[in-house]
């Protein structure tokens, strides 16, 4: 049986749909980021960089969230949640994905995890003055070049579905109104409303 | 045919590199970012993010390294660049190239991108100065867990291969000296002895 590892509030929520929505055989892990577990031994065997998600599967670990979604997809073909066998189209979700952990949620971690980046408190605080502006600048090309609708890819929902809804539940913590975004934050309220969701939502409060 | 559009010392070099072992039929198109041509209103409508790598197929644009690399092993399946049928594997693969581009690439954006995520100087320059830690301790989680040798996946070339040979490039650039990791150092100079290096450094100069 697969197990993934996560936290609340970080983006291993949208690994965790994934898993709903594919009608997989899994159980759910919390890793404790209150009392520090993400850096315990225990935890960094299971991933040495010491972050969530992580997927334990029966030939190993997986990490890194469009690499999870997409083993998640490929092993559950008849939750078609991704194009599997066509090239274009999935190249176009791996994108919009990749595009999500590469600058969308690192733009968001300036935010909360400055520390990576600076050891200076002042350069912290600049790098936080500056997280409203640069997260609007992504869901607004995200809205306005990227989001096909009702989902992300157009008709069909995707792997890209739960990543974006993951991301874009921070945005008012990230000091960003989403009705700025009016096809986001439809979308946002809708994932709110599939049974994945319901299912989840305690665990990740 | 495909066109890579590209800039010099870029991780677009990584999906130039991938074409060539692939055998593909491309041709590559110099962005000239000392020019600002990636915000030149031609160059937005290929790629709306305004940076390479973009790769144009018959169907549309691709952007995002990984994802570009994916659709390359996926399009030229007798260059064997990824285990396509094998979830586990290629979750490997595409869990290693998601930790470049989310974690290794934007450590060292800080040194030379910095007003992505600040504006003030003095924040800029404070992120600068702490690039070599980060960028070391990433080098050194690949060199102590997941390079396998002698290929990043093990025996065999993978899409990973290009990716991690680009940035490891950098190292110098970023203050670190690659010999702390022998595996990625000796990595690198193979790569560099390989057909597809020594067909297109000249462009990437």
């Known amino acids: 049986m697969l197990r993934l590892y996560f936290a609340p509030e970080s983006c ?9 929505e594919a009608g997989a055989s899994y159980e759910a ?26 997927l334990a599967t029966e030939r190993g670990i997986l990490t890194e ?11 559950h073909p008849k939750a078609q949640l991704a194009p599997l066998d066509d090239p274009f189209a999935l190249g176009r979700i791996q994108a919009f994905n990749s595009y999500l952990c590469s600058t969308v949620h ?14 200076d408190p002042a350069a912290i605080d600049e790098m936080k003055r500056k997280v409203p502006e640069t997260v609007a600048a992504c869901f607004s090309l995200i809205e306005s070049e990227m989001f096909a609708g009702p989902f992300v890819m157009g008709e069909t929902f995707t792997i890209a579905d739960p990543y974006l809804f993951t991301i ?7 000091g960003v109104d989403p009705a700025r975004f009016p096809k986001v934050l439809a979308h946002r309220n809708r994932m709110l409303e599939r049974p994945a969701f319901r299912k989840v939502a305690a665990a990740h409060g």
Chains 1, 2 share one sequence.
């Open 106 to 119: 690192v733009a968001h971690a300036h935010n909360w995890r400055g520390y990576r980046w600076a050891d």
């Open 29 to 54: 892990v919390r890793v404790d980021f209150s009392k520090n577990e993400q850096r315990s031994p225990a935890f960094l065997r299971v991933n040495p960089k010491g972050r969530v998600p992580a």
């Open 168 to 174: 874009a539940t921070w945005l008012e913590g990230d």
């Open 12 to 20: 291993a929520l949208a690994s965790h749909l994934a898993l709903e």
């Open 65 to 75: 969230t469009p690499a999870i979604l997409f083993y998640i997809a490929q092993t």
